[in-house]
């Protein structure tokens, strides 16, 4: 008897079940907020100024009481619009080069520009040859000229 009166307890202390809970409805600012306007350009649906986006605004309402969830409404907009209404391109297909292409682009500027700093940072040690280098013909025939005008230079 005990054990009945503490679950009872416990139950009406610890409320319903999430799964019981009614969910909440989703916020249609938050929804506004997600969709790209199909009238102005480069705004989304709470941005934009002209009636056709107070129009929407107005259909994401009426989704909301109708139950639908966000993910419903934004493919609801997809489904009128097309995949153009959403903020970000989709992560598949031929889009995911909008996703990858920059990372490519930093990673491989930065492989260069590692190279070019060792390169750079190593240039009298390894790429340039200096005076301990095997010299041409002609370039020892020069380098004779400079250290005879040298010596007439310091006499």
């Keep these: 008897m005990r054990a009945i009166g503490l679950g009872i307890l416990l139950a009406a202390f610890l409320g319903t079940p999430a799964g019981a809970q009614p969910p909440h409805p989703p916020d249609p600012m ?16 709470s941005n934009c100024p002209s009636a056709e986006s107070e129009q929407l605004r107005e259909l994401i309402r009426q989704l909301i009481a109708q139950g639908k969830s966000k993910q419903e409404i934004i493919d609801h907009f997809v489904d009128l619009y097309g995949e153009e209404v959403l903020p970000s391109p989709p992560q598949r297909g031929f889009y995911l080069t909008a996703w990858y292409l920059p ?6 500027g930065g492989g260069v520009l590692y190279v070019l700093i060792r390169r750079w940072s190593r240039g009298e040690e390894e790429g340039d040859e200096g005076p301990s280098s095997p010299q041409s013909p002609t370039d020892q025939r020069y380098t004779d000229i400079l250290d005879e005008e040298l010596k007439d230079f310091d006499a």
């Design 103 to 108: 990372l490519a682009g930093i990673l491989s």
């Design 30 to 45: 938050d929804i506004a907020n997600s969709i790209m306007s199909p009238v102005c350009d480069g705004r989304l649906i």
